[in-house]
């Protein structure tokens, strides 16, 4: 996934956190959106980008 990105900002666009985990494993989904530099978002503005900062400062 990470090749395909170049400079652009991965986002993975969800209705809810619910629609993510009726679709597979939500943690392996953010795991490779992190590993490109993305994140998840709803269409309710929620997103997970606090736990990219926080996955960065532990690496």
């Not at 090749?3 to 795991?31: N, P």
């Not at 998840?40 to 503005?45: K, R």
């Amino acid at each position: 996934m990470a090749e395909m990105v170049g400079e652009r900002t991965v986002i993975c666009l969800v209705h809810h956190w619910t629609r993510l985990t009726r679709t597979g494993d939500r943690a392996e989904y953010q795991h490779k959106e992190r590993e490109a530099g993305g994140y998840t978002a709803t269409t309710f503005g929620e997103d997970d980008q606090l736990l990219r900062t926080e996955h960065e400062a532990l690496a």
